[in-house]
């Protein structure tokens, strides 16, 4: 049974910084693609960025790019997200997920999912 478990959030200030893990178990990294997604009061989950297993070219929405970095451990089977510069828009629920085949920001078309974990931004 494919496993993802995210941890990292929490409390900031705005400009503060922090990094997302989410570890994967029951799911071979080898293959599929690794993404972040988010849901922030009032709108629906979002892509974030997202890394093919195959390569090491990541992809992000423009909303986030030059402020988050999604990178992976294949050894450990973790995920991350390092997001800087944050912004109190950036609060809400951060969720990792796996997808078998290809990659896409569009979260209907990911397989399996994370539970989440918060991040609040305070200004």
């Known amino acids: 049974q494919v496993q993802l478990v995210e941890s990292g959030g929490g409390s900031v200030q705005a400009g503060g910084s922090l990094r997302l893990s989410c570890v994967v178990s029951g799911y071979n990294l080898k293959t599929g693609c690794m993404g972040w997604f988010r849901e922030t009061p009032g709108k629906e989950r979002e892509g974030l960025a997202y890394i093919p297993i195959g390569s090491s070219l990541p992809s992000y929405a423009d909303s986030v790019k030059g402020r988050f970095t999604i990178s992976r451990d294949n050894a450990e089977n973790t995920l991350y997200l390092q997001i800087s510069s944050l912004l109190p828009d950036d609060t809400g629920m951060y969720f990792c997920?796996?997808?078998?085949?290809?990659?896409?920001?569009?979260?209907?078309?990911?397989?399996?999912w994370g539970q989440g974990t918060q991040v609040t931004v305070s200004s």
């Open positions: 997920a796996a997808k078998q085949y290809g990659c896409t920001l569009v979260p209907k078309f990911w397989d399996y």
